[in-house]
């Protein structure tokens, strides 16, 4: 994979069907690139201030206060109708523009309880006290400082483009994704009665294994459906010489670890993607002691819905039969975090295809990337399903190109992770590139004056 020059290549002149809404693709006037071009490079410095001031003060779940309030002057000033506190601390900027589809555009906000190891200068160093008392580091491991400053770039584009496209824009910056509850708190609180139902909606979210300057895209299911599931395994206490007078939960627990990977094995359609996997198991005190219980934590993945069922039905069924069979005398308790749950994210293919035609060639052939379906998850996918309309999310190279080439020898250093400490996007070309990606697509969806 090679990266192309830095400036804004020729947007294609794009005019598609979507067979799933029968809506036509706006033609992108060729005209506009110069300007985009001209407004990227003016406002780069701006953005790339904007993106460290983010950096350094990441805000947690559910606590966005700055972030918002930043988020909020920046529409505004663009021009914006601005509503804040939506479903916490969510912000929406709406753009009428005249007749034309509406457009919406996500980016989310909240930052993860890691400490920072980039050793960069504007690297965070807050500290925050959780629930329960600890002391954590907070950072934007996941790059969610990369997508609020593309969602301002892209608002401030479009508003300074809003003589050459008509129709509505949606700026949605949402809350707490990480905990997978923002997105739904927005809907909740009235989203689509309060501002109306989208044509379309639209997402990035930056990627640490592709390099800065590409852009990728998958069509059909992108992201998962994520479940959080707690299990309680009930034996009998008592004595680690004497374990025959004892019911040992721990062994339980083991007998349970191994059976519930039968259900994907043996319950899951083998063409059907699904993972269910046990991170944690908590039980005990001491070494000569057997305890009364052990704990179990699992995530569940999943695309459709039925493959859910399976799943979860499963892990209550085998909990349940194993624990009996180990000799517990109180079944388990098998909880499944519904107010956690977040949905399979699905690319409509028809908007799939035509977004990469417009990133061929804003970014070119060879450095538009197609990417397979993961099995992470992304609580986006609540906008499109309750909109019941065409919804993309998109994927945007971040890593240094020298870091990937390195990457990509043999035996070569792996490259830091969404939510590793070490994860540091490069700014300038993955800014550039995103609000150059994100602000094509949208004009070539919204009504060309």
Not at 33 to 42: A, E, K, M, V, W
Not at 65 to 73: I, L, N, P, Q, T
Not at 226 to 248: K, L, Q
Not at 275 to 294: D, R
């Amino acid at each position: 994979m090679r990266i192309r020059n830095w400036s804004l290549a020729m947007i294609v002149i794009l005019a598609s069907t979507f067979p799933a809404s029968g809506e036509v693709l706006s033609k992108y006037r060729g005209t506009l690139t110069p300007i985009i071009d001209q407004q990227t490079q003016s406002r780069l410095a701006d953005w790339l201030a904007y993106y460290k001031d983010l950096h350094t003060h990441p805000e947690l779940s559910l606590n966005e206060r700055e972030s918002a309030r930043k988020m909020a002057g920046r529409l505004r000033a663009a021009g914006y109708d601005v509503t804040t506190g939506v479903g916490g601390h969510g912000v929406v900027g709406t753009l009428h523009n005249g007749d034309g589809p509406t457009v919406l555009i996500r980016g989310d906000m909240d930052a993860l309880p890691i400490t920072e190891e980039t050793g960069l200068p504007y690297a965070s160093k807050v500290k925050v006290t959780r629930e329960d008392g600890q002391m954590v580091g907070a950072m934007h491991a996941c790059g969610h400082d990369i997508h609020q400053t593309c969602l301002v770039g892209t608002a401030e584009l479009l508003a300074h483009l809003r003589d050459r496209w008509s129709g509505t824009v949606l700026i949605v910056a949402q809350p707490a994704e990480e905990i997978g509850t923002g997105a739904l708190a927005m809907l909740q609180d009235g989203f689509f009665d309060r501002f109306g139902r989208p044509d379309y909606l639209l997402a990035l979210h930056v990627s640490a294994s592709h390099p800065a300057g590409t852009l990728a895209y998958t069509s059909g299911w992108a992201l998962a459906n994520v479940d959080s599931v707690d299990i309680t395994i009930f034996g009998r206490g008592g004595h680690g010489s004497r374990p025959n007078e004892a019911v040992d939960p721990v062994v339980a627990a083991a007998q349970v670890v191994v059976s519930l990977q039968t259900i994907v094995s043996r319950r899951v359609d083998p063409k059907e993607p699904a993972v269910i996997t046990v991170g944690s198991i908590h039980a005990g005190s001491k070494h000569n002691i057997i305890s009364n219980e052990a704990k179990l934590q699992i995530t569940v993945r999943s695309y459709t819905d039925e493959t859910r069922r399976i799943l979860l039905d499963g892990i209550r069924d085998v909990t349940r039969h194993t624990t009996r069979a180990m000799g517990c005398e109180t079944d388990p308790i098998v909880s499944i975090r519904e107010k956690e749950f977040t949905p399979a994210t699905y690319n409509d293919p028809a908007l799939a295809a035509a977004a990469a035609k417009v990133f061929e060639r804003v970014v070119g052939k060879d450095n538009t990337v197609y990417r397979e379906a993961v099995m992470g998850g992304e609580d986006f996918g609540r906008f499109p399903k309750q909109a019941n309309a065409p919804g993309f999310i998109f994927w945007l190279g971040a890593v240094k190109y020298d870091l990937y080439e390195a990457s990509q020898e043999p035996n070569g250093p792996p490259l830091p992770s969404l939510h590793s400490s070490k994860f540091a996007p490069d700014p300038k070309p993955t800014i550039t590139t995103g609000v150059r990606g994100m602000t094509s697509l949208a004009l070539s969806l919204l009504k060309t004056k």
